[in-house]
């Protein structure tokens, strides 16, 4: 059984972001490090922390794939986990 068949909140964001299909078949052709590094990168998880002239740390600003992404992936780890209480969730760094 597929997650996205039995997921409505999977469904909804692939439904909203099209562009995810593209961007999840680009990082599926990648293999080892590469698919790692390309899907962090598209997370927007490997990202250098960001500085404002006075030092405090600043949060990047993500672009609409790597929100949606970030949606999908919350919507996946919540069909897996299957609504159990108490299991560690996704952690962005931020």
Known sequence: MH???TSSAIRQVLGSHPSLC????????????DREDALQRALGVNVEQLRDPSG??????????VIALRKLAEA???AVRGGK???LGLDWGE
């Open 76 to 78: 996946v780890e919540t």
């Open 56 to 65: 405090t740390k600043v949060s990047p600003e993500f672009d609409e794939d």
């Open 3 to 5: 997650l996205s068949a």
């Open 85 to 87: 209480e108490g299991v």
């Open 22 to 33: 593209g961007l999840l078949t680009s990082i599926d052709t990648l293999r080892g490090p």
